[in-house]
C-alpha cells in the first residue's frame, strides 16, 4: 500500500520531535543484532504525548477502516504494540488481545493473551518493523489458533527487504503509518540534518550489515 503522504510526514516529523527516533550517523548505535545503525527508535516513548498518541490512534483507526475493512479483534505484539494496539480497540469497541514473544515458562503457558478464537477476523499492532522476525512470530502464533490476520500495521516500518519477502511469503498484508524514506526526507528538509548525513543514512539502509565496517 502507497502511504498517505501527509501522515507519513506527520507521523515521521513527532517522531523526530520527541526523540523516538534518534539520528546519528556519525556516532552511530549498535543493535542487538550486531549491527552498526545510524538511527535508534523506540515508539512507546510517543505514549507520554497525548496529542501525538491521540493523532496516532485516530491515523491506524482510519487505515483499519478504509484499508483493512470489518474485523472482529485488535492484537498487540508485546511490548511496543500493546498500548497503543488497546486504545486502537477501546476506539473501535472490539476486543483486545496481545501476543508474547514466546510461551510463557509457567502458569498456563500461553503466547496469546486475552480470548482470541479461532475464525475471527484480526488486525495485528505493531509499533516498529525492522526485520518483520518477531512480527511474523505474533502473526504465526494466531494462525495457529485458527485467526484470520487480514493485516499487520505498524507506527514505522525501516523498509528492508527482507521484512518484505517475509511477509509476502507468508501472504501477510504489512502497512504502515510511517516509514524511514519518508522520515529521513523530512529530517533533511527540516534540517535535522545535514546532506552528507542524508546520503549516509540511504547507504545504510540499503547495506545495514555492511555499512561502517
Not at 550486531?34 to 515508539?43: A, M, V
Not at 476506539?91 to 493473551?113: C, D, I, M, W
Not at 495457529?144 to 518484505?164: D, Q, R, S, T
Request: proline share 3%.
Amino acid at each position: 500500500m502507497q502511504l498517505k503522504n501527509e501522515v507519513a510526514e506527520n507521523v515521521a516529523k513527532s517522531l523526530l520531535q520527541v526523540k523516538a527516533v534518534k539520528l546519528s550517523p556519525q556516532d552511530p548505535f549498535t543493535w542487538a543484532s550486531g549491527w552498526k545503525s545510524p538511527i535508534y527508535c523506540d515508539n512507546r516513548l510517543t505514549l507520554s504525548y497525548p496529542q501525538i498518541r491521540t493523532y496516532i490512534r485516530q491515523e491506524f483507526v482510519k487505515m483499519i477502516r478504509e484499508e483493512v475493512g470489518h474485523i472482529d479483534i485488535v492484537v498487540g505484539v508485546a511490548t511496543g504494540g500493546i498500548a497503543i494496539g488497546a486504545l486502537i480497540a477501546q476506539e473501535l469497541g472490539l476486543p483486545f488481545a496481545y501476543v508474547r514473544s514466546s510461551q510463557k515458562g509457567h502458569g498456563l503457558t500461553n503466547q496469546v493473551e486475552g480470548i482470541v478464537e479461532s475464525g475471527q477476523r484480526a488486525v495485528v499492532i505493531e509499533d516498529l518493523i525492522s526485520t518483520g522476525g518477531s512480527s511474523m512470530k505474533a502473526v504465526e502464533a494466531l494462525r495457529e489458533i485458527g485467526c484470520n490476520v487480514k493485516a499487520l500495521i505498524a507506527i514505522f516500518n525501516y523498509g528492508f527487504k527482507i521484512a518484505e519477502d517475509r511477509f509476502e511469503k507468508a501472504k501477510c498484508r504489512m502497512i504502515s503509518l510511517s516509514n524511514y524514506d519518508a522520515l529521513i526526507e523530512f529530517a533533511l528538509t527540516s534540517d535535522y540534518i545535514l546532506k552528507e548525513d542524508y546520503n549516509s543514512l540511504k547507504k545504510w539502509r540499503e547495506a545495514p550489515e555492511k555499512w561502517k565496517k
